[in-house]
């Protein structure tokens, strides 16, 4: 009994010393695991010994405890990003609410906990940012200078939305300016959903594709495809598929989601007009894409 004992002990020592939490997805999740399993197998004083000796404080052990309970999480690690800190924000998610962001792309190897955050508290909410519920009613408000710079307001703006999420409040801006700087950062948190929902519907075509053609194209990860230039997207495409019939007929609505991405990384209103006018053209020219693109200029580009 003492023999297993101490064999379990090197082994978990071993095993959480070693790894490697700013590795990759599986690095990150074998810690967890190894972790959880230490508590259901090592006597108290051990597995704080064992906490210890990792060093990194008991909160950020907590965490990785946490994750590493959650059976859910290594079904999706192919989309999950590699930080134990955004991990653990997944792992808050309930069922209905993690298998909605996995869906709609929310959750992809990119997403940061920002977006998580605002996503999360607009679904909780089911309303437009600038809609307060019934049930509501204002309790405080914020004074600020009369001049704050762009990006320190910004980073207030990130840390109170953190703040009432986890309280459950609502924040609701006053000013014209205040609202076009939520826009552009709706905007921006669903240009990360049309991102992974790029990423999950071109995987098997990229995983497919010839190297050559990779190399030709200066793509080195799929992330390159997704991110790059409209004309080396396409481009790559049609060589995929031997010309622009069947790049319409395989990849017609990867090419509306592009220009949606693009449209909503863009802050230049002439760039969103022409992305909105060259979707229009599409659906003029492939009328089995046109309720797709009218559903994506009505639910993804009118910000």
């Known amino acids: ?31 967890c695991k190894t ?12 597995y704080k010994d064992l906490r210890d000796l990792f060093g990194k404080g008991e909160k950020v052990w907590s965490k990785l405890l946490q994750v590493g309970l959650d059976d ?29 962001a996995i869906n709609d ?20 909410f ?17 004074l600020a200078p009369k001049k704050v710079p762009s990006e320190k307001f910004d980073r207030f703006k990130s840390d109170l939305e953190k703040l009432v999420s986890n309280y459950g409040f609502k924040t609701q801006y006053d000013s014209d300016q205040t609202m076009q700087s939520l ?27 010839e190297d050559d053609l990779k190399r030709y194209f200066s793509l080195t990860s799929l992330d390159d495809l997704i991110t790059c230039p409209m004309s080396s997207f396409t481009g790559f495409l049609f060589k995929v598929r031997g010309g622009k019939e069947e790049f319409w007929k395989f990849h017609g609505i990867d090419y509306i989601n592009k220009t949606a991405l693009e449209y ?40």
């Open 1 to 31: 009994m003492t023999k297993n004992k101490t064999t379990n002990k090197s082994f978990f020592k071993e095993a959480v010393l070693n790894g490697d939490l700013n590795g990759s997805v599986e690095d990150i999740l074998k810690i």
């Open 35 to 46: 972790i959880a399993k230490a508590k259901d197998s090592l006597e108290d004083s051990e």
């Open 72 to 100: 859910r999480l290594e079904q999706y690690k192919e989309v999950l990003p590699p930080k134990y800190t955004t991990l653990h924000q997944i792992h808050t998610l309930n069922d209905e609410e993690l298998a909605a």
């Open 105 to 124: 792309g929310v959750i992809h190897v990119q997403v940061s906990q920002g977006v998580l955050t605002r996503w999360l508290k607009e679904w909780r």
């Open 126 to 142: 089911q309303g437009s940012l600038n809609d307060i519920p019934e049930n509501y009613s204002s309790m405080v408000s914020v």
């Open 183 to 209: 826009r552009q950062q709706r905007a921006k948190d669903r240009s990360h959903e049309m991102y992974g929902l790029l990423i999950k519907d071109l995987k098997s075509t990229w995983d497919s594709s």
């Open 264 to 303: 909503l990384k863009s802050n230049n209103r002439g760039q969103r007009f022409n992305y909105r006018r060259r979707l229009r053209e599409v659906a003029s020219k492939h009328s089995n894409l046109a309720e797709k693109i009218n559903e994506i200029l009505e639910q993804w580009m009118k910000y």
